[in-house]
Structure formats: structure tokens, C-alpha cells
């Protein structure tokens, strides 16, 4: 694992992302954070720390509470760790160009077993099945992560489990917009970098 794709696809004499290097200490909780981003397509990164990067997925209609619904999950390049604070608009011509947001964001556990044993989460993203415990903003309660078949570049999908922060009724995508860093919508993200020129 490393964030050598990241790199390679970014100028960072042009782009506001981080560059990356920041170690984290030992000891602490892992994070996870979701971040909406307004690119050519919409989409919501969800974003898991393993092994010192930000594992990522691509979720089209970002994740639900709601356990029935399975939510397709793209898996994407690592990326560094201090890309968990980014928010802001990546410019026109630039890789993934548009605005992001951090939608939600904080510690989660790595939950995953296998046959009844708990396993690490790197083991368990080998594995292509992953359950997590959010302790975010928005986002409570279990996760799990499931690919779809064996090849390396299979889809995943993103689904609630079924416990007590499952909620059919909630709908944070739609209900929650604001960042959870600004407290700002998409819009005036986009509008502030507009207005910095
Ligand atoms: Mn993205």
C-alpha cells in the first residue's frame, strides 16, 4: 500500500489537495471520513484508515442507514491520510476536478471476523468482506464492505448492518448536506474558491 497513484495523478502547483506525509501516532483510533464530491458525477469517497492511507470507494448515492439498501462502491487509489481535512474546489483540467466536501467524518473500529475470529482490516480487505463500526457525526453503528467477485478492480458494495443505529427513515445524504468541518453546503464551498479567484 502507498500513495504513489495519488501523486501520479495530481499537480500540486495547481490543485489545493495535500500532498500527503503526515504520520499519525500509535496508539490512537483509526478514522474514517466521507467526503461529497461534485465532480463530472457526483459521488460521495468513503474513506477508511489501514495501514497508514485512506483506503477509498466511490459511492454513487453515497451510504444509506437504511440496512436493505446496497450502495455500489468504486473502489479508487489510496490516499494520504492528511486528505481526511481537504475541502475545497480542485480546479478545471485537474484530476477529479470539483468541489468537495467533508460530509462526515470520525474514529471507527474494524469489527471483521472470519469464521467467528476477529481478523485485522488489512486482512479483511483481501479478503473482500470488511465490517466497521462508525463513530461519526452522521454515521453510526456497523458497516460492511463486500466485493463482488475476485478480480482486483471488482465493484464493492456498501451496506448498513442490522443494529441499533440502522434507521430506514433517515436519509443523511439528503437531510445533512452541510460539511461537518465549515458547517458550509457545496455551494458555498465552490462559491468561497470563486471568490478567492
Ligand atoms: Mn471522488
Known amino acids: 500500500m502507498g500513495t504513489g497513484d495519488y501523486a501520479a495523478k495530481r499537480d500540486f ?12 501516532k500509535g496508539g490512537k483510533r483509526p478514522i474514517f471520513v466521507v467526503q461529497e464530491h461534485d465532480a463530472s458525477q457526483l459521488h460521495y469517497d468513503f474513506r477508511l484508515e489501514i495501514d497508514g492511507v485512506l483506503k477509498s470507494w466511490a459511492v454513487p448515492k453515497g451510504p444509506s442507514t437504511d440496512p436493505r439498501e446496497k450502495r455500489l462502491a468504486t473502489p479508487t487509489e489510496d490516499h494520504p491520510l492528511d486528505y481526511a481535512e ?10 477529479g476536478a470539483g468541489t468537495v466536501l467533508v460530509w ?15 481478523i485485522e482490516a488489512a486482512e ?6 470488511l465490517s ?14 463486500v466485493r463482488m467477485g475476485d478480480a482486483a478492480d471488482a465493484d464493492w458494495l456498501l ?6 443505529e440502522a434507521d430506514a427513515r433517515r436519509n443523511p ?5 452541510e460539511s461537518v468541518l465549515s458547517g458550509r453546503t457545496i455551494e458555498e464551498i465552490a462559491q468561497a474558491a470563486e471568490d478567492d479567484g
Request: overall charge negative; glycine content about 14%.
Open 173 to 177: 445524504v439528503s437531510t445533512e448536506p
Open 86 to 95: 481537504f475541502e475545497g474546489v480542485i480546479p478545471e483540467g485537474e484530476y
Open 132 to 145: 466497521v463500526r462508525l463513530f461519526g457525526k452522521k454515521l453510526e453503528g456497523g458497516y460492511t464492505l
Open 159 to 164: 451496506i448498513k448492518m442490522r443494529d441499533d
Open 124 to 129: 479483511a480487505l483481501k479478503k473482500g468482506h
Open 104 to 118: 462526515d467524518t470520525g474514529a471507527y473500529e474494524n469489527i471483521s471476523e472470519k469464521d467467528g475470529e476477529p
Open 13 to 24: 502547483e495547481r490543485t489545493p489537495e495535500p500532498e500527503g506525509g503526515k504520520r499519525r
